[in-house]
């Protein structure tokens, strides 16, 4: 599985991003997909994950009520949408596949994308 981010960007605090991870390979409509985020200087954390039907999605705290995960199989790509950004969300954003289950530790996903920036201005 070959993963490829795209759709960071700057924007000002409370607006809001999208998100886009487009996958190849026939193992991605069947793989866990998630999201997970680095900050400079700090280390790579969950954000959101879903599973394969995309009928069950999983949030760090941090995020929920303003993130939504969410999964086309028929396209390959698997979408985060980000309202309400905080300047505490700027981060490289980083997709992932998991072959079985979810996880929040980023050791046991098993695809990476090449990360996409976002910066949320005060």
């Known amino acids: 599985v070959q993963l490829q981010a795209s759709g960071g960007g700057l924007v000002q605090a409370g607006g809001s991003l999208r998100l886009s991870c487009a996958a190849s390979g026939r193992a991605f409509s069947s793989s866990f997909a998630g999201w997970f985020r680095q900050a400079s200087g700090k280390e790579r954390e969950f954000v959101a994950s879903?599973?394969?039907?995309?009928?069950?999605?999983n949030y760090a705290d941090s995020v929920k009520g303003r993130f939504t995960i969410s999964r086309d199989n028929a396209k390959n790509t698997v979408y985060l949408q980000m309202n309400s950004l905080k300047p505490e969300d700027t981060a490289v954003y980083y997709c992932a596949a998991k072959l079985s289950g979810t996880s929040a530790n980023p050791r046991s996903w098993n695809y990476w994308g090449q990360g996409t920036q976002v910066t949320v201005s005060s």
């Open positions: 879903i599973n394969r039907n995309g009928d069950t999605p």
